[in-house]
């Protein structure tokens, strides 16, 4: 069976500058040795095959009577490159920066890719070659990058053992535990794909790591889990992974049950201030770094959602974080401690932050603390979160969500990257105005950004060809947050679909308008969250509409709609710096996108335009699907202009998409009618069953 390559393709570079290529990059003198530069050598094989339409030559020396050549390598191992960059430039870049530049070298036209590090030499070459397959020049080089953000990590919800994947939607997962310490080939294709955007990490296992409603850690749980990874047996299957994942630069974490020392050693108990137990963490700490030398550390999700965690014991989450952080710490490893929790209160929003900013400054240097990017769960469009800005004392990482929960799983086209700008960008005027949240992730070495996964074993790797382009997006984010949507659009279209100025232009036309799209007819654009159905089964549904089961969330009642999270509700507003929360606090300066989210206003409110609440909520929801039938209009218009197999895959999907859009339109707006009985100023509701598309869900 065959994997699509997704932006790795390598399609034959036009004409014109296939010669300059062909003159640059043919010949190819690369440094061996390390695991990285034997990657580094196969990519540049297989890339040069396809953008130059003729096998290179790879050479350990620099090749002589030849026009040009391609040399990758440090400045320590190649005169050829000491001679041609500054080595003092070089030596100052950080893990991962490299350094590309044009030149003449004893009369040749070269390229030389340089680094640090041997991640350095990956990087460069990724970034060398996706400026070719975007067809740009390369005879002027002159290019220096560093990572803005030290750690850029996958969190794979991927069950161990049962190839399921927890909110994945592009089929079972691609780790085969049964079969791994043996390796299959898409480990490597999937080391190239993140290695081809920059990311250095991945936490192999959901962070939910025992089987669901079996209880608490005590009443032993039968099968395998993601908790027995941290086994012997565990442990050698993840020193295979990591093998091929070195080559790439990206270092594997994995996620572990609190209450691992009872589950895997039969302890009485998990308390972090147990000295048995800390001494187990650290034996622990030891096994795993005897087998996997550059392991990157653990991902826990405790006192949440029925896992365990320090509240078992009474113990806070530094006390529990640190005890982990103090076994991983003299083997350079980190705790990646996520601040998803339920506490005690009525409004949800609240909780991260009561939960955790008193804790600022209590956890160890090599714990980072992993908050989601709303204060909710994922929203099609929630606020930021608060916690940034407001824990100076703490490695903060913002954990942005890669698969499309909530914004229509493997069906819907649902471009991510926009609203993962608007996280980033957002001023948190924690020191004034001017300080964007993205200024807190690339802070330290511990701080940075992480993506829950997306891939399956779906030839397309993530369910819909254009939900590969959020998987690229987040790499190249979480290397660097200033890049704007349009470039990273851009460069993503080229890249996977080639250089038609039509296509390009649709498909970054498609990709832009999807969110607010999804937005509006899946909640009015009003900032309403949690309108999806849950339903009964494990793996609640979240992609059907079903806004009467969340009264809690939304608040619809026959006067109003919204949450009244100001000074006077909740108080969550509060927990913003000034300005933002007073402009929150007050309904008419409050943006429009977030009002209900932050307000429960009458529904016949009047918005700046005059509008009422519920005419927008109407509005939008009827002009969301509009948009999306739009959008399957123009994906047909692509017809024959991309190859059959990707056009029939996407067609198909925005066909449902639109069916699906349509029932959420109509369950919303049936559902703000019931509340508010106030009729669409255009007629459209309450629905009829002439003008009703879909029927509703029975259950
Ligand atoms: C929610 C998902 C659930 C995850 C949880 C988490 O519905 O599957 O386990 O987040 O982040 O969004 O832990």
């Known amino acids: 069976e065959s994997y699509d390559d997704c932006w790795l393709r390598y399609e034959p570079a036009d004409g014109e500058r296939r010669e300059s290529y062909r003159t640059r990059c043919e010949n190819v003198y690369a440094s061996v040795g390390s695991p990285e530069l034997g990657a580094v050598r196969d990519e540049l094989r297989r890339a040069m095959t396809g953008l130059l339409e003729r096998e290179p030559h790879l050479w350990q020396h620099p090749p002589r009577s030849v026009e040009g050549f391609l040399a990758v390598g440090t400045p320590d191992e190649m005169e050829m490159i000491a001679d041609s960059v500054s080595t003092d430039r070089v030596a100052a870049l950080g893990d991962g920066g490299f350094r590309i530049r044009s030149v003449e070298w004893e009369g040749a036209e070269c390229v030389v890719v340089t680094a640090s590090t041997d991640r350095g030499l990956v990087y460069g070459t990724f970034h060398l070659l996706r400026r070719m397959a975007n067809g740009h020049p390369i005879d002027d080089l002159d290019v220096t990058e560093e990572p803005a953000n030290h750690e850029r990590v996958i969190d794979h919800w991927d069950d161990p053992f049962r190839r399921s994947v927890e909110r994945g939607y592009a089929g079972p997962s691609i780790?085969?535990?049964?079969?791994?310490?043996?390796?299959?080939?898409?480990?490597?294709?999937?080391?190239?794909?993140?290695?081809?955007?920059?990311?250095?990490?991945?936490?192999?296992?959901?962070v939910n790591t025992k089987i669901p409603g079996r209880g608490s850690a005590n009443e032993f749980v039968s099968g395998k889990a993601g908790w027995q990874l941290l086994t012997q047996d565990g442990?050698?299957?993840?020193?295979?992974?990591?093998?091929?994942?070195?080559?790439?630069?990206?270092?594997?974490?994995?996620?572990?049950?609190?209450?691992?020392?009872?589950?895997?050693?039969?302890?009485?108990?998990?308390?972090?201030?147990?000295?048995?137990?800390?001494?187990?963490?650290?034996?622990?700490?030891?096994?795993?770094?005897?087998?996997?030398?550059?392991?990157?550390?653990?991902?826990?999700?405790?006192?949440?959602?029925?896992?365990?965690?320090?509240?078992?014991?009474?113990?806070?989450?530094?006390?529990?974080?640190?005890?982990?952080?103090?076994?991983?710490?003299?083997?350079?490893?980190?705790?990646?401690?996520?601040?998803?929790?339920?506490?005690?209160?009525?409004?949800?929003?609240?909780?991260?932050?009561?939960?955790?900013?008193?804790?600022?400054?209590?956890?160890?240097?090599?714990?980072?603390?992993?908050?989601?990017?709303g204060p909710i769960d994922f929203q099609p469009r929630e606020p930021v979160s608060t916690l940034f800005g407001a824990m100076d004392g703490t490695d903060l990482a913002c954990e942005l969500q890669i698969t499309q929960e909530y914004t229509g799983q493997g069906v819907h086209t649902c471009y991510l990257v926009p609203q993962w700008k608007e996280v980033l960008d957002f001023d948190t005027h924690a020191s004034g105005e001017g300080s964007p949240a993205k200024d807190v992730f690339s802070g330290s070495e511990g701080a940075g950004i992480a993506g829950v996964g997306v891939v399956g074993e779906d030839p397309t790797w993530t369910g819909n060809y254009l939900s590969q382009a959020n998987l690229y997006g987040f790499g190249r984010l979480a290397w660097d947050p200033d890049l704007d949507?349009?470039?990273?659009?851009?460069?993503?279209?080229?890249?996977?679909?080639?250089?038609?100025?039509?296509?390009?232009?649709?498909?970054?036309?498609?990709?832009?308008?999807?969110?607010?799209?999804?937005?509006?007819?899946?909640?009015?654009?009003?900032?309403?969250?949690?309108?999806?159905?849950?339903?009964?089964?494990?793996?609640?549904?979240h992609y059907d509409p079903s806004p009467a089961e969340w009264p809690g969330y939304h608040g619809a009642t026959e006067d109003g709609i919204g949450i009244d999270r100001t000074s006077g509700g909740s108080g969550y507003v509060g927990q913003y710096h000034e300005p933002v929360a007073e402009t929150y606090d007050d309904p008419e300066t409050c943006p429009e996108e977030l009002l209900l989210f932050f307000h429960h206003l009458p529904w016949e409110y009047e918005l700046a335009d005059g509008t009422t609440v519920v005419q927008r909520l109407y509005d939008n929801c009827f002009s969301g699907v509009e948009v999306v039938r739009d959008l399957r209009e123009r994906w047909q218009a692509l017809a024959g202009r991309i190859d059959d197999r990707r056009y029939r895959h996407v067609a198909e999907r925005l066909e449902e998409q639109v069916v699906q859009a349509e029932r959420w339109r109509d369950t919303l707006v049936a559902f703000f009618y019931e509340h508010s009985e106030i009729p669409d100023e255009h007629g459209r509701v309450p629905l009829t069953e002439s003008n009703r598309a879909v029927p509703p869900r029975e259950d």
């Open 175 to 206: 780790f085969d535990w049964e079969r791994l310490p043996d390796l299959r080939e898409r480990y490597v294709d999937y080391a190239r794909l993140l290695a081809s955007v920059g990311i250095n990490g991945v936490v192999l296992n959901n």
């Open 485 to 541: 949507t349009e470039t990273v659009t851009d460069e993503w279209v080229r890249q996977t679909f080639g250089g038609d100025p039509a296509v390009i232009d649709t498909v970054s036309g498609i990709l832009h308008d999807s969110l607010p799209a999804t937005v509006d007819y899946e909640t009015g654009g009003l900032g309403l969250i949690h309108m999806m159905y849950n339903g009964e089964a494990r793996l609640e549904n």
């Open 235 to 373: 442990l050698e299957k993840v020193a295979a992974l990591a093998s091929v994942f070195r080559r790439y630069g990206v270092r594997p974490y994995l996620s572990v049950n609190y209450a691992a020392p009872m589950l895997i050693d039969d302890y009485d108990t998990a308390d972090p201030l147990d000295p048995d137990v800390e001494e187990w963490w650290a034996r622990k700490a030891e096994e795993v770094y005897d087998a996997i030398p550059d392991f990157g550390g653990f991902l826990v999700k405790a006192d949440s959602e029925g896992q365990n965690g320090p509240y078992d014991y009474d113990r806070t989450h530094a006390e529990g974080a640190n005890v982990l952080a103090r076994a991983l710490e003299p083997h350079g490893g980190r705790v990646w401690w996520r601040a998803f929790v339920y506490a005690d209160h009525d409004d949800r929003a609240v909780q991260a932050y009561e939960t955790f900013e008193p804790l600022d400054g209590e956890f160890l240097d090599n714990v980072t603390l992993q908050v989601k990017n």
